[in-house]
């Protein structure tokens, strides 16, 4: 089982979006083990958004991100890394595929609604910056055997 970080960004608490999204994870059996709001302040920001430092939308993505509240997540599965960011779709929600989270909900590149790591090495990186060991949870869920062969 592999787990992921994915995160409701300002524009989609704002929107009324949260319960939303976080009902696709759910629906599609991913587990929430890990699931907090929170304000980002600007070295988190920084540290999370760290590979894009120096380019043009690196200023306004980190005045985004530190606007408002977010909703943080961590999901656990079988290929979560890549079934969350098949789910969450393209970067650009113009581009997204019909369907998918950042399609549904999303107008714009600087507004696409929710975050997700991109391989296993991000998510473990992410999920450090946002979570605390003992905030996540470790628990079986009796429907395993109905969602996974
Ligand atoms: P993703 O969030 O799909 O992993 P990314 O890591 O390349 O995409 O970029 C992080 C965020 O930065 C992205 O969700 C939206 C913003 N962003 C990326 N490329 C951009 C661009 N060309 N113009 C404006 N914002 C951009
Ligand atoms: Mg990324």
Redesign the pocket.
């Known amino acids: 089982m592999e787990r992921t970080y994915a995160m409701i960004k300002p524009d989609g608490v704002q929107r009324g979006l949260v319960g939303e999204i976080i009902s696709r994870f759910e629906k599609k059996g991913l587990k929430i083990v890990g699931l907090k709001m929170l304000q980002i302040r600007g070295e988190m920001a920084e540290t999370h958004?760290g590979?894009?430092k120096g380019k043009p939308?690196f200023g306004?993505?980190v005045d985004y991100i530190t606007s408002s509240p977010v909703v943080a997540l961590v999901l656990e599965g079988k290929d979560a890394v890549s079934v969350a960011r098949e789910m969450?779709g393209?970067?650009n929600p113009l581009k997204a595929a019909p369907g998918t989270i950042r399609a549904t909900y999303g107008m714009d590149?600087?507004r696409?609604v929710i975050?997700?790591s991109?391989s296993t090495a991000s998510a473990e990186r992410e999920i450090n910056i946002f979570f605390k060991p003992e905030e996540l949870t470790s628990y079986k869920r009796e429907l395993e055997a109905w969602i996974y062969e």
């Open positions: 958004y590979e894009h939308f306004p993505l969450m393209a970067t590149i600087g696409n975050h997700g991109d």
